[in-house]
């Protein structure tokens, strides 16, 4: 199964509970290949980056594929600071 | 004195902390640079309310995602600390305010391991004059589970639950991995004590507070140049 979650806007504190929810969801399968869509997102908190690593960890542990897909530059500054860019598949 | 069945799963950073701040055989802390252990406590209650929800913090600030208390005193002050401020402040300056009280903290976490049963405590001599208290733990069964987790997590490639990775910056930044490890040890870990640190933002403020106050303290030291 693949699929993609294309989160918008704000992603902190707020929403990182049901954001962590649905993509967990989306990775429950066996083996299933999630791809993040970061197009839209203008901002990550601390909570948020959480998000991406309890999804990449939630994919290894089920043997399928989180892919973080073109994130803005500001994104993807936070993305490099904290090392995600390292342990993450990130794709521009 | 009596004990409790522990569990240790359930320690918070802070307890996580100064469990490994305290030698094994004597009970006291162990050497660390000046203040480490103040601001590392600092750090281990926002990262520990940033686990609970309660904080969130970014490349510059920390700010209040809920209110709502998490039944653990030193964690409500704090939030509650944080929560009255009428602006959001950066988190360096978070850190060194709750560092203020770090004596405190330092006294209120331990006394809450002796009362789980995961500490003891004795009463000693020092020169034969001075009483002092020391803590040592009850079985360390405590310690060489969060001893371990660690350990494990340094020497694989797996990804860290946020705990863990929180867990791992306080040591690096208040030295405790030149306690825990060999200095051969440490040299060939050390890229991935960092890697698993950064991922933290709370774990780059408090090394980066640690660095500046090491630099004032070699100023003060040294004097004007």
Do not use: C
Not at chain 1, 37 to 49: I, N, P, T
């Amino acid at each position: 199964m693949s699929a993609t979650y294309s989160p918008a806007g704000r992603l902190d504190g707020s929403n990182a509970a049901a954001a962590e929810s649905e993509l967990l969801g989306l990775l429950s399968e066996q083996g299933a290949a999630v791809t993040v869509d970061l197009s839209k997102l203008d901002y990550v908190s601390s909570a948020g980056l959480r998000v991406f690593l309890s999804a990449a960890k939630a994919a290894k542990a089920k043997g399928g594929k989180l892919t973080l897909l073109s994130p803005k530059p500001a994104v993807m500054e936070v993305l490099q600071i904290s090392g995600f860019d390292r342990i993450l598949d990130i794709q521009s | 004195m009596t004990t409790t069945p522990s569990q240790p799963s359930q320690l918070t950073l802070a307890e996580e902390l100064i469990l490994i701040a305290l030698d094994d055989e004597t009970g006291t802390l162990i050497s660390l640079p000046p203040f480490a252990l103040e601001l590392g406590l600092a750090s281990a209650v926002i990262g520990e309310l940033t686990l609970k929800g309660r904080l969130d913090t970014d490349a510059t600030h920390v700010f209040v995602t809920s209110k709502v208390p998490v039944d653990d005193s030193i964690l409500d002050e704090t939030l509650a600390d944080i929560a009255a401020e009428p602006q959001q402040l950066p988190t360096e300056t978070w850190l060194r305010r709750i560092a203020e009280e770090g004596q405190v903290l330092r006294d209120r976490v331990t006394m809450r391991l002796v009362k789980r049963g995961v500490l003891g405590t004795e009463e000693k001599r020092l020169l034969w004059v001075f009483k002092t208290r020391t803590y040592p733990p009850t079985s360390g069964i405590e310690e060489r589970e969060v001893k371990s987790r660690i350990m494990t997590l340094l020497n694989n490639d797996d990804i860290p639950n946020p705990h863990d990775a929180l867990l791992i910056g306080l040591l690096r930044s208040t030295g405790m991995f030149d306690v825990l490890l060999s200095r051969p040890e440490h040299e060939r870990l050390r890229p991935r004590i960092d890697q698993l640190s950064n991922l933290e933002e709370i774990n780059r403020s408090l090394s980066n507070t640690m660095s500046a106050l090491q630099v004032a303290l070699a100023s003060a030291y040294i004097g004007p140049m």
